[in-house]
């Protein structure tokens, strides 16, 4: 099993910055992937970027340039740098953990709100 908490979220301006952490504990060595997926009102939850199994990394077309993933393997944490952010980025953002066997675990997500 695999437990993933997120933070970080919260109200910003448009243009403004915020940075999600995701804390993962519990059965670390089976994580193949990691990534974050975000879900607006009224929309499905959709990929926002992911470490792929391969060590690369994968971003949705609307946040590449603007967004930049990390991670700090000493923590077991991943990070979501979320830069130049726009009112359409408003969503609650989910981290994902993926594991060998294709388990998909996921956090119970943050809040980002984009408003002026």
């Known amino acids: 099993q695999v437990q993933l908490v997120e933070s970080g979220g919260g109200l910003v301006q448009p243009g403004?910055?915020?940075?999600?952490?995701?804390?993962?504990?519990?059965?670390?060595?089976?994580?193949?992937?990691?990534?974050?997926?975000?879900?607006?009102?009224?929309?499905?939850r959709e990929l926002v970027a992911a470490f792929t199994s391969g060590g690369s990394t994968n971003y949705a077309d609307s946040v590449k340039g603007r967004f930049t993933i990390s991670g700090d393997n000493a923590k077991n944490t991943v990070y979501l740098q979320m830069n130049s952010l726009k009112p359409e980025d408003t969503a609650v953002y989910y981290c994902n953990a993926r594991d060998f066997m294709g388990v998909s675990y996921w956090g119970k997500g943050t809040l980002v709100t984009v408003s002026s």
Request: some cysteine; aromatic content about 6%; overall charge positive.
């Open 16 to 44: 403004g910055s915020l940075r999600l952490s995701c804390a993962a504990s519990g059965s670390i060595f089976s994580i193949n992937s990691m990534g974050w997926h975000r879900q607006a009102p009224g929309k499905q």
